[in-house]
C-alpha cells in the first residue's frame, strides 16, 4: 500500500521498489478506468484504505504544486492512516447505533408512569357526513390494550367541543368499567387548555369544560396530557372505524380485532 502511494506521490521515485500496475495493454488510463480496476483488485477494506490514503496524499501534493511547503511522504502517510482510524471508528459507532435501534426500537407510543393506565381519546369529523365519531383506547404500562370505544357524535359541534366529548364520554367509560388512576391523553391542545382553564362563559364547550374537571375529580383520573398526533394512531384509527357503526361499541381485552391487535404492534415498534 505505501509503495502505491509513494508511486502516485512520484512516479520516478523508487525506480526499484514495487508499484500498482497499469491495466495491460492500456498504461495510459484515465483515473476512472484506473479506479475501476483498483476496486476489482482490492478487496472492499483494501479499496476503501486506499481511496482514503491516496486522497490524503493528494492534498498534501496538492498544496506542494501551489507553492506550499512539501511534507515527507512518511508524514502524509502518516496523516492519512490517522484520518482512516478516525473514519473507521464513525463507521463503527454508526454500526452499533444501528443495532441499538434494531435491538430497542423507538416507541412511538410513550407508556404512563409506574401503576397508571393510560387512555388514548380522539375525535374524527366525517365532512361528508357532516358529523363526528369519537374513539379511545386504554393500554397498561407494556402498551398492551385492555380496552377499546367507539361512538357516534350526530350532531353539529366545533372541532374542540368533539374532542372535548371524547374525553368526557371516555372518563365516563373508565368509572363505569371500574378503572382507577388512568392518565388520559389527547392530541387536542385547545381542548387540554379548555378543561384546565377556569372560564366564566356558559357555552356548550365550556360546561364540557366544567363537567370533565369534575369527573377527573371525582373519578380519580389522575390527568390529561396533551400528546403529539403521531402518538395518538390507534385512538384517532378506533374513532374513524366507528363511523360505520350506528351504535356505540365497548372491547374489552380477548375482544380486540386482529386489525386493532396489529395497529398497537405497530404503534410501539416504529
Not at 39 to 48: G, I
Not at 54 to 67: I, P, S
Not at 90 to 109: F, G, M, Q, Y
Amino acid at each position: 500500500m505505501t509503495f502505491a502511494l509513494k508511486s502516485l506521490c512520484n512516479p520516478n521515485e523508487g525506480s526499484g521498489s514495487p508499484t500498482v500496475a497499469s491495466p495491460q495493454g492500456n498504461s495510459q488510463a484515465n483515473t476512472l478506468e484506473l479506479c475501476l480496476w483498483l476496486k476489482d483488485q482490492f478487496s472492499k477494506t483494501e479499496f476503501e484504505e486506499f481511496a482514503i490514503h491516496t486522497c490524503a496524499v493528494w492534498k498534501e501534493k496538492q498544496k506542494y504544486l501551489h507553492g506550499d511547503k512539501e511534507k515527507p511522504l512518511a508524514n502524509n502517510v502518516s496523516w492519512s492512516y490517522a484520518i482512516l482510524s478516525d473514519f473507521k471508528k464513525a463507521r463503527t459507532k454508526e454500526k452499533i447505533e444501528d443495532a441499538s435501534k434494531k435491538s430497542n426500537p423507538e416507541r412511538i407510543w410513550n407508556p404512563p408512569r409506574l401503576r397508571t393506565l393510560k387512555l388514548n381519546v380522539d375525535a374524527a369529523v366525517d365532512d361528508n357526513r357532516h358529523h363526528f365519531s369519537i374513539g379511545g383506547a386504554l393500554r397498561d404500562k407494556q402498551g398492551r390494550p385492555l380496552l377499546a370505544f367507539g361512538k357516534q357524535i350526530n350532531q353539529p359541534i366545533s372541532v374542540v367541543h368533539g374532542e372535548l366529548l371524547a374525553i368526557r364520554e371516555c372518563i365516563i367509560l373508565m368509572h363505569d368499567k371500574g378503572f382507577t388512576d388512568v392518565q388520559v391523553a389527547t392530541d387536542s391542545l385547545l381542548a387540554v387548555q379548555t378543561v384546565t382553564t377556569t372560564r366564566d362563559d356558559i357555552g356548550y364547550t365550556s360546561l364540557c369544560a366544567t363537567d370533565i374537571r369534575e369527573r377527573m375529580s371525582e373519578y380519580e383520573i389522575s390527568e390529561l396530557i396533551h400528546v403529539r398526533r403521531t402518538t395518538n394512531n390507534v385512538a384517532h384509527s378506533i374513532a374513524r372505524f366507528a363511523f360505520d357503526f350506528p351504535s356505540p361499541f365497548v372491547w374489552l381485552n380477548g375482544d380486540f380485532s386482529p386489525w386493532l391487535l396489529k395497529l398497537v404492534m405497530d404503534d410501539l415498534n416504529k
